[in-house]
């Protein structure tokens, strides 16, 4: 008998007078304005390029743009505040003008949040879980905005090739995400402002077989009652799933689509996806799916 697949409660976030039912699963396009991209060689840096690809993915079907400018995979380089301001302010607002379409910024720096929400941004993606900077927890709490917490087996801005070992990395996993609820709690976030990421790769670990762990385990996370984000987009875990190949990062879309679609079974609430018209079919195949066993 085909497992049933777990039931998505009817949460919804709220943004300053925005709303999103969570009745489906959310696609969230990917948008790296930055020179060192690991999935789309930087073809996204300059304006004009990443603004085409945020009206591409509009127009492919994403709920949601996540808007990056500074990289945080292993090998990436810092980046100044200015020049994060530079690569994602300025999108930001020429977006806004054209579309409600949510949008989030992806940064641990509380100064890039508070401008890029100034800016019009809905929701921010902190890859840090609020350890990067001691204000981002203040500039959350103040606008009163969603926030998304991703867990990360180092505490800085980027993530290291380090092959972290678990006795049970959903145990690891738990019990970090209870840490930064208390702690996003005494900083006055309300919980229902919170989405929970379980990184994948590199953030995870250099050995694939703890990422792929959580994918078949991620159901596990809803002790937490909240909207639960997957991004296995393009991820190194991804790379060797064909003995005797190494996938370079366009060969991976198919092994994303695969995992993805058992998590979402899963109930995963938002899937974060470089190739918007890709995780468009798959959200709307798995939703027939469901409907298809309950008719």
Request: proline residues 4%; contains cysteine; hydrophobic residues 40%.
């Amino acid at each position: 008998m085909f497992p049933a697949p777990f039931e998505l409660p009817f949460l919804t976030l709220h943004s300053r007078g925005k709303s999103l039912k969570l009745e489906r699963p959310c696609l969230i396009g990917i948008l790296n304005t930055t020179p060192d991209s690991f999935s789309d060689g930087s073809l996204f840096f300059k304006f004009d390029a990443a603004l085409a690809q945020a009206r591409k993915m509009i127009e492919d079907g994403a709920d949601w743009l996540d808007i990056g400018g500074e990289s945080s995979g292993p090998g990436s380089t810092d980046v100044s505040l200015d020049e994060e301001l530079q690569r994602v302010i300025p999108l930001i607002q020429k977006i806004r003008t054209e579309s409600e379409i949510w949008i989030s910024v992806d940064t641990w720096k509380a100064e890039v949040a508070r401008q890029a929400l100034d800016a019009g941004a809905d929701a921010v993606n902190d890859v840090t879980s609020l350890r990067g900077d001691t204000e981002m927890a203040k500039v959350i709490a103040e606008y009163q905005v969603p926030v998304i917490l991703m867990f990360s087996k180092d505490s800085s801005a980027r993530t290291s090739k380090q092959d972290s070992d678990y006795v049970d990395v959903l145990d690891t996993l738990k019990s970090f995400f209870r840490e930064r609820l208390e702690f996003a709690k005494l900083h006055g976030i309300h919980k229902s402002k919170i989405v929970l990421d379980p990184g994948m790769g590199f953030f995870i670990s250099g050995k694939a077989k703890y990422s792929f762990e959580v994918i078949r385990r991620i159901s596990e996370l809803h002790e937490f009652a909240l909207p639960l984000l997957l991004g296995p987009s393009r991820k190194s875990f991804l790379a060797g799933v064909s003995q005797g190949r190494s996938l370079n990062c366009a060969e991976r879309d198919i092994p994303c689509a695969a995992v993805s679609g058992i998590a979402l079974w899963q109930g995963v609430a938002l899937l974060r996806f470089h190739e918007v018209g890709q995780g468009r079919l798959l959200i709307d195949t798995i939703e027939a799916l469901k409907k298809g066993m309950k008719n």
